[in-house]
Nanobody
Framework: EVQLVESGGGLVQAGGSLRLSCTTS????????IGWFRQAPGKEREGLACINRHDSSTYYADSVKRRFTIGFDNAKNTVYLEMNSLKPEDTAVYYC??????????????????WGQGTQVTVSS
């Protein structure tokens, strides 16, 4: 059974940093991509960044390209999202998701098969 668990959310002041983690299980024998998404109240879910397990290739949304970094930790069962220079508009629930056997790399949420429960990030001004 595939499971994704996010952690690391919280309250931070504008300009600060947070590191989110997505711990995965059940993905040992398949290629996959992990994506980070967020959803603010009243807004659509937004794709932020993704990484491919096979070659560690990454893709970022323009809105976060120079502020957020995605990567695997040493154990490779955890994907982090390092967020710097945070702004109040970054306030949202952040989700990680897994796409099994990805044909490419991208942030279309409809291509992702499994989702975590989300972690709240609040950036105060």
């Amino acid at each position: 059974e595939v499971q994704l668990v996010e952690s690391g959310g919280g309250l931070v002041q504008a300009g600060g940093s947070l590191r989110l983690s997505c711990t995965t299980s059940g993905l040992t024998y398949v290629n996959y991509a992990i994506g980070w998404f967020r959803q603010a109240p009243g807004k659509e879910r937004e794709g932020l960044a993704c990484i491919n397990r096979h070659d560690s290739s990454t893709y970022y949304a323009d809105s976060v390209k120079r502020r957020f970094t995605i990567g695997f930790d040493n154990a490779k069962n955890t994907v982090y999202l390092e967020m710097n220079s945070l702004k109040p508009e970054d306030t949202a629930v952040y989700y990680c998701a897994a796409e099994l056997r990805p044909a490419g790399i991208g942030l279309n949420p409809f291509l992702y098969d499994y989702w975590g429960q989300g972690t709240q990030v609040t950036v105060s001004s």
